[in-house]
Nanobody, 115 residues
Framework: QVQLVESGGGLVQAGGSLRLSCVASGTAFSFSTMGWYRQAPENQRELVASITRSATPTYADSVKGRFTISRDNGKNTVYLQMNNLKPEDTAVYYC?????????WGQGTQVTVSS
């Protein structure tokens, strides 16, 4: 059973930083593409960043230059370093991976950026 557990969310002022972590279990983590998504109230869930098993990252245009995704295969953990946070970054952030055709999600961690 694949489990993803996020942590690191919180309340921060605009311009501040947070680092999110997602620990995976029950899957061959080192072979998996991992992703961070977010969902703000009344919005659809959107992809923020992803990282392949070879550590190639991709980013949404809205976070390029501010967010950095990374992974530590030895710890089965993917990180999202978020700098220069803006109020529009406020959302619940979810970790994601796919095993075959099935997608798995964590429980989410709230990020709130005050202006």
């Amino acid at each position: 059973q694949v489990q993803l557990v996020e942590s690191g969310g919180g309340l921060v002022q605009a311009g501040g930083s947070l680092r999110l972590s997602c620990v995976a279990s029950g899957t061959a983590f080192s072979f998996s593409t991992m992703g961070w998504y977010r969902q703000a109230p009344e919005n659809q869930r959107e992809l923020v960043a992803s990282i392949t098993r070879s550590a190639t990252p991709t980013y949404a245009d809205s976070v390029k230059g501010r967010f950095t995704i990374s992974r530590d295969n030895g710890k089965n953990t993917v990180y999202l370093q978020m700098n220069n946070l803006k109020p529009e970054d406020t959302a619940v952030y979810y970790c994601n991976t796919n095993v075959g055709v099935r997608g798995y999600w964590g429980q989410g961690t709230q990020v709130t950026v005050s202006s």
